[in-house]
């Protein structure tokens, strides 16, 4: 394959629910163990996406406001330059990938991750009895002491391009879903090739509502958000 | 220079051998105590091998703690070493020659004890090696990614390690020789291989002195880099606000003489004290030292203050937030108190009466102060800024230490206070050879009615 991809994704606030099917989804696609509640206290839950809730304005007129929060895949990632054993590196179809076996766990990355969406393995993970025979086999299970993010479901991204070159065609827009873009309930998560001009994920990049969070560090995130349309929200508050 | 005894090298030998050849029986017990400390940290490590770094009280958005903070800390204190033997050598200072190599031998241990910190604190120990020089992956054509701090650290570190162990062996050569000529059976083989034949012609001296000059020399720049490279583990980090400041280097190389020399200095006290080495470690030269500390301290306020204002005066919404938190909330307020009364606000003010300079137990107080506010400060540096990493609010969070965390840390100090301790016992701490040049070179001036010591400057 000497196509060149980058795959992002667009994610539309104005449609999320923070209904966290996609969480859901993406644990049982990627092997994630179950988070218990001691995991979150003791802020060590792992969640390759999240959804951040946040409150706006004063009671009694107070809103949620959901951002669905996942690796933002940045073209120009802090977090690569900063491993020293390259466990994380960028590949040619734009995506921030971990090493497993290959990660130390210093953690450097996490630190320079202004998401907070890498993953350190603190313990050995566990799954109940009952829960062993869902594990998913295209991914790998993580070991204590290193770290792990979201990969865009890069299993469900090669399996698709095999296929696609067994069946001698090419990959087009919507065949490769991840777990949560496949779970979301009103399509807020949109997958796509960015390179890919008809794309709908480059139509959506083009959208007026469209912003990225904490571009202002530069680092080219691939993840584009849509801002939430607020029909209550005070004269331009919101785009 | 005061009145004291006149010293003959018969004297200087007795004395300062005296640790060597006839170790008091005390001397085992606290020995026997420091080696509990570390093994009970070596316990606690493997703990946290067996059990994984969970143990650890790290979090999410906090994933680096009090490891990487004491890791900081004895880096800091290595610096002593090479900023006075090294550049009191160069400058011909008199006053250095008791505290040169107690320097370096604190040097030696804080470096090695800073060095085995990575180990402690990465999710894989076992695989460290791959970001570490000698043990890089070739084998499988992978190589460490040298953009990254991590890869800096372990090469200036062992680089500093290797030039601080030459110039320590350098330098005791002359002392080994004293020592092989002293003992007798197994130690004097030992000894009589490591002074290298030393016979104390003046070819041998030449060489050696050149040698040491050249050896200070070179060494200097790689005392700087060091902990440049230290700050740059932080200042590379642009999703950590606080931690991007441009003055991070020369801030934490300042910081590192600021604490290293205050380390020297509670280890003479304290060496002077078990010893009884009044008449070598003179009340001159803790004046002479507490002068110096005075300097690099108001140096190290300026760069402290500097930092702050730089990084408030922006009037960015979360570095604001950040130095909030790190000066007025909950805990940090009160650690912030205590950080700058004992790093600076007591100690300097009290240095400046020659009284307190002389006085042995109170030099060794306030150094010992300045040392907690300098773990203070890097706590400050580092815990409050991971805790608000960026202003999205749903991921700050908190850190406690866990029990784990502290046996190591309290296993660090023990482990370092055990290596110049166990030096001490086979080696002379305080050099014979300088010393004996110190006595040889001093003239008498006549003040009244006494002759009073005064030294040469040699040329």
Not at chain 1, 22 to 32: K, M, T, Y
Request: charged residues 15%; aromatic residues 14%.
């Amino acid at each position: 394959m000497a196509v060149e991809r980058k795959w992002g994704m667009a994610v539309d606030a104005d449609k999320c629910t923070g209904c966290q099917a996609c969480v859901v989804a993406c644990q049982s696609e990627n092997n994630i163990p179950v988070n218990e509640p001691d995991h979150f206290l003791q802020r060590r839950a792992i969640q390759w996406i999240r959804i951040e809730r946040y409150w706006e304005g004063e009671f009694p007129d107070v809103r949620a406001r959901f951002v669905p929060m996942l690796c933002q895949h940045c073209e120009n990632a802090p977090c690569e330059s900063v491993c020293p054993v390259f466990a994380t590196y960028h590949n040619n179809e734009g995506l921030n990938v971990q090493v497993y076996n290959r990660c130390i766990g210093t953690r450097f990355c996490a630190n320079n991750d202004p998401w907070n969406v890498r993953f350190f393995n603190f313990w050995e993970p566990v799954w109940p009895e009952t829960l062993r025979n869902q594990l998913n086999t295209d991914v790998s299970v993580r070991s204590r002491g290193i770290m792990e993010k979201c990969t865009f479901c890069i299993q469900r991204i090669r399996r698709t391009t095999r296929d696609a070159g067994l069946e001698g065609r090419e990959v087009t827009d919507g065949d490769v879903v991840p777990a949560c873009v496949q779970a979301c309930p009103t399509n807020a998560l949109v997958f796509g090739d960015l390179n890919d001009h008809d794309s709908q994920v480059a139509h959506l990049r083009e959208d007026g509502r469209q912003y990225r969070i904490l571009d202002h560090l530069g680092t080219e995130p691939s993840v584009y958000y849509m801002a939430k349309i607020d029909p209550y929200a005070a004269e331009g508050e919101h785009a | 220079m005061q009145l004291r005894p006149a010293l003959t090298e018969r004297d200087i030998n007795r004395d300062l051998l005296r640790p060597v050849l006839a170790t008091p029986i005390w001397f085992y017990f606290l020995l026997g105590g420091l080696a509990i400390g570390v093994c009970t940290a070596i316990g606690g490590f493997a703990w946290a091998v067996n059990h994984g770094t969970g143990v650890y009280g790290i979090n999410r958005p906090v994933m680096w703690g009090f490891l990487l903070v004491n890791f900081v800390f004895w880096v800091g204190i290595s610096h002593a070493g090479v900023m006075l033997s090294a550049i009191l050598r160069l400058s011909n200072a008199e006053w250095r020659r008791p505290a040169t190599r107690a320097a370096e031998v604190l040097t030696i241990f804080a470096l090695g004890t800073a060095a085995l910190h990575p180990v402690f604190h990465t999710g894989r120990p076992w695989r460290i090696y791959w970001s570490m020089p000698p043990g890089y992956d070739f084998g499988r054509g992978i190589w460490p990614d040298v953009r990254s701090p991590f890869v800096w650290d372990p090469t200036a570190i062992s680089t500093y390690l290797t030039g601080t162990t030459l110039f320590v062996i350098l330098l005791l050569i002359p002392d080994l020789a004293v020592l092989r000529d002293r003992s007798s059976g197994l130690m004097q083989k030992v000894y009589g291989f490591l002074s290298m034949g030393w016979k104390g012609n003046t070819r041998q001296w030449k060489l050696q002195i050149i040698a040491g000059f050249l050896l200070s020399a070179l060494i200097l720049p790689v005392f700087v880099s060091v902990h440049s490279i230290v700050s740059w583990d932080f200042a590379v980090q642009i999703a950590v606000e606080g931690w991007h400041a441009t003055i991070f280097a020369p801030y934490f190389v300042i910081g590192a003489v600021h604490s290293g020399v205050a380390g020297v200095i509670s280890v003479l006290a304290l060496l002077r004290w078990m010893f009884r080495w009044e008449n070598y470690i003179r009340d001159d030269h803790f004046d002479a030292l507490a002068r110096l500390m005075i300097v690099v301290a108001t140096a190290w306020f300026y760069f402290l203050v500097i930092e702050f204002f730089l990084g408030i005066y922006p009037a960015e919404e979360p570095e604001i937030s950040l130095r909030t938190l790190q000066v007025f909330e909950w805990p940090f307020n009160a650690t912030f108190i205590v950080f700058l009364l004992m790093g600076y606000f007591v100690p300097v003010p009290l240095w400046l009466f020659r009284r307190v300079r002389q006085n042995v137990a109170l030099m060794f107080w306030t150094t010992l102060m300045v040392n907690i506010g300098m773990w203070l400060e890097r706590f400050i540096i580092i815990i409050p800024s991971l805790m608000r990493k960026q202003p999205l609010t749903f991921s700050w969070g908190s850190y406690n230490p866990s029990p784990i965390e502290l046996i190591l840390v309290a296993g660090s100090f023990c482990l370092v206070f055990l290596g110049v301790l166990t030096f001490s016992k086979f080696f002379p701490i305080i050099p014979l050879a300088d010393a004996k040049e110190g006595v040889a070179l001093e003239t008498h001036v006549r003040v009244g009615k006494v002759m009073v010591p005064a030294a040469y400057r040699e040329e």
